[in-house]
């Protein structure tokens, strides 16, 4: 079967016609299949949602319980017959419960990737690379400016931040889905057992990580307290947090954001931050060529970034490659992004 008739862009989303489902539809339709937690991707108000266990959840907590007429839990590795079409998923190492779809139908398969990275994460399961005929991927971080440290060594810069000005709190902009809690989990990892204050837009989520079973210690709710209680504190919230008064409350505040986005120093300065942390939870301009060629795909199809760039150089590798241009899909390392 020709990968176009299994998997094509709609103005809704990637669409499976032998299925009659959506991959991360952007609006709402009878039946998706939804790769990750991220807002871009998982939208309320399908008729049914088919995603991991953890995904659902998540979508629980952001949108309510009723979030989807019905929904349906596939774990990693299982499959499900819908019609001629065989479905699996397959972790995609960006958050918790991230998954790659993997279509199958007629002796075709089709990866749809959603969002993914390569590097560790412990609050994750690790990137599964899927053999497949055709990969989906996207292309946030699609530039060869765009090489990420290892988290850990963004982290240990973060601590000898905070051992340098210990008479400061240190406040780090994070998203409140993956990146947050994935800062927290570096941050014991490298030894740091003091609490973690969090603004009240993380608490959520970072209770449904611990719940899933992802250690992050003792993490406090920031009160109001005295300016004092916080020296030497190490809190975090939403980036946006950091251009509003709550950041006042702390005493001579080190402004910190984790995101790929800080490898561009600009940006750090435009937004007054003063220790930019190069911390992504997508993959890089390395990783997503070795990805791609790890697939041993001959088509790949990019969904959305700087999907140009990308398949130029798939070009040069003698795959054949096309830009969906698929709109809805932001960047959720973006302050401004889709929560």
């Known amino acids: 079967m020709q990968p176009a008739q299994i998997l094509h862009p709609r103005p809704e989303g990637l669409y499976c016609p032998p299925a009659d489902l959506y991959v991360d539809p952007t609006r709402p339709v009878p039946r998706a299949l939804i790769t990750h937690g991220h807002s871009d991707h998982a939208r309320a108000g399908h008729g049914s949602v088919l995603a991991t266990p953890e995904t659902l ?8 319980a009723a979030f ?26 960006h958050v918790l419960g991230s998954a790659q ?9 089709v990866v749809a990737s959603g969002d993914y990275k390569r590097q560790s994460d412990p609050t994750c399961a690790p990137f599964e690379v899927v053999p497949c005929d055709v990969f989906i991927s996207e292309a946030t971080f699609a530039l060869p400016v765009f090489t990420h440290p290892r988290a850990e060594d963004e982290v240990k810069k973060l601590l000898a931040s905070v051992a340098m000005f210990p008479e400061r709190a240190h406040v780090v902009g994070a998203y409140a889905l993956g990146k947050a809690q994935r800062v927290m989990a570096e941050l014991r990892r490298a030894g740091w057992d003091k609490p973690i204050f969090v603004h009240g837009a993380l608490i959520a989520l970072t209770e449904l990580y611990k719940a899933h079973g992802v250690e992050l210690g003792e993490v406090l709710p920031v009160e109001t307290a005295p300016k004092s209680y916080y020296v030497g504190a190490i809190v975090m919230g939403p980036p946006g947090a950091l251009q509003t008064p709550w950041v006042r409350r702390f005493p001579d505040p080190v402004t910190c954001f984790a995101s790929g986005w800080m490898r561009i120093r600009a940006r750090a300065r435009q937004r007054g931050v003063e220790l930019p942390l190069v911390i992504s939870d997508h993959a890089d301009w390395p990783d997503l060529q070795r990805t ?10 990019i969904t959305h970034g700087e999907a140009d760039a990308l398949a130029h150089w798939c070009g040069t590798q003698g795959l054949q490659a096309k830009a969906l241009h698929l709109v809805g899909y932001g960047d959720e390392e973006e302050p401004g992004a889709a929560a």
């Open 68 to 93: 989807a007429g019905s929904t349906q839990a596939l774990s990693y590795g299982e499959r499900l017959k819908i019609g001629d079409v065989t479905f699996s998923l397959h972790s995609a190492g």
């Open 57 to 64: 959840a998540i979508m629980a907590a952001r949108y309510g």
């Open 292 to 301: 791609i060629l790890d697939t041993g795909a001959g088509e790949i199809w």
């Open 101 to 109: 779809a993997a279509v199958e139908c007629g002796g075709t398969r």
